[in-house]
């Protein structure tokens, strides 16, 4: 059952909601089930830095900042965090 109050969001799509009345059932999105999450509104944006090496948490993927920029980086529906290249291309 989800929570009054609460937001929750889908790991697939990155689709967030509200809730604003619960009910006995699960929220779903894409199949699975959503999680409680920090509305997007009150994350903290933070800008990439340049020359720095980010990973997904879920994929494993890397990427190099080559120019930085606002906003966070996504991967997966989650934000990227600063890593050691785990190989060389």
């Given at each position: 059952?989800?929570?009054?109050?609460?937001?929750?969001?889908?790991?697939?799509?990155?689709?967030?909601?509200?809730?604003t009345k619960p009910g006995p059932g699960?929220?779903?999105?894409?199949?699975e089930p959503m999680s409680v999450t920090v509305p997007a509104?009150?994350?903290?944006?933070?800008?990439?830095?340049?020359?720095?090496?980010?990973?997904?948490?879920?994929?494993?993927?890397?990427?190099?900042?080559?120019?930085?920029?606002?906003?966070?980086?996504?991967?997966?529906?989650?934000?990227?965090?600063?890593?050691?290249?785990?190989?060389?291309?």
């Amino acid at each position: 059952m989800a929570e009054k109050g609460k937001y929750y969001r889908c790991r697939i799509r990155g689709q967030e909601v509200l809730v604003t009345k619960p009910g006995p059932g699960t929220l779903v999105c894409c199949d699975e089930p959503m999680s409680v999450t920090v509305p997007a509104s009150e994350k903290e944006v933070v800008m990439a830095e340049k020359g720095k090496y980010y990973r997904c948490i879920i994929c494993a993927q890397e990427v190099l900042v080559t120019k930085p920029g606002p906003g966070t980086l996504f991967c997966c529906n989650e934000p990227m965090s600063v890593t050691v290249p785990t190989s060389e291309w």
